[in-house]
């Protein structure tokens, strides 16, 4: 499996494998529930904040889980584990792949490719909820990968409560297929564009891995 220094720093919480870039949101919330759990076990009055506060740091914890994967074989795997929701072609001759992804999801988006991070582009944007059209104009992070196949480019897209999009590694990184690239925070999509001439393995509505589900046919 591929790995590199990119993909090895990661936070950790009490044994668990977390995304780069939890931390801002875990350690409040986990040291809410602590705090709070401590203090429902002297007074009961503690408990009607303890409860939330535990079920939202395990939610937090679940979010930002980060598995290991054992990376497929393929040209092009996926970015992102989440749902197909449109298959479009392009007018360049490229095809679009759209997935969306839930609050559900694991949200460590990695390389479809082997490659060169060729540029990596933030665009300011909206945050409408990310199954909607409009939300190709949402908050984004534009990445282009030099690839055997060419010029690769693949979309972060925030979505409603996405309000953040970390990418892990700068222009001019090599990364190795299946290697952790970023994470967005919260319910969001990520577009890739297929060049001409490779052909679709997947169809709306099926579920997709990231760094496992291939994209294109042989």
């Known amino acids: 499996m591929p790995h590199s220094h990119s993909s090895a720093q990661r936070d950790s919480l009490v044994g668990v494998r977390l995304a780069r870039g939890a931390s801002p949101w875990l350690l409040p919330t986990v040291a809410t529930a602590a705090v709070s759990l401590a203090r429902a076990r002297r007074s009961g009055r503690w408990t009607a904040v303890a409860v939330p506060a535990t079920a939202l740091a395990a939610g937090m914890l679940w979010f930002f889980r980060d598995p290991e994967r054992e990376i497929a074989q393929g040209r092009v795997i996926s970015p992102a584990d989440g749902v197909v929701q449109s298959i479009m072609p392009w007018k360049d001759g490229r095809t679009r792949v759209a997935i969306f992804?839930?609050?559900?999801?694991?949200?460590?988006?990695?390389?479809?490719?082997?490659?060169?991070?060729?540029?990596?582009?933030?665009?300011?944007?909206?945050?409408?909820?990310?199954?909607?059209?409009?939300?190709?104009?949402?908050?984004?992070?534009?990445?282009?990968?030099?690839?055997?196949?060419?010029?690769?480019?693949?979309?972060?897209?925030?979505?409603?409560?996405?309000?953040?999009?970390?990418?892990?590694?700068?222009?001019?990184?090599?990364?190795?297929?299946?290697?952790?690239?970023?994470?967005?925070?919260?319910?969001?999509?990520?577009?890739?564009?297929?060049?001409?001439?490779?052909?679709?393995?997947?169809?709306?509505?099926?579920?997709?891995?990231?760094?496992?589900?291939?994209?294109?046919?042989?």
């Open 101 to 218: 992804m839930s609050p559900l999801n694991v949200h460590v988006n990695r390389a479809p490719l082997a490659g060169t991070v060729t540029s990596v582009e933030h665009i300011p944007g909206g945050f409408v909820p990310a199954f909607n059209k409009e939300s190709e104009n949402n908050e984004r992070v534009v990445w282009h990968f030099d690839t055997e196949l060419g010029d690769i480019e693949m979309v972060q897209i925030a979505g409603a409560v996405a309000r953040r999009i970390v990418p892990y590694v700068p222009q001019g990184t090599k990364v190795e297929q299946g290697e952790r690239i970023g994470l967005i925070r919260f319910g969001s999509r990520v577009d890739i564009y297929l060049p001409e001439g490779v052909d679709v393995a997947v169809e709306v509505g099926q579920a997709t891995t990231a760094g496992v589900t291939r994209l294109d046919r042989d």
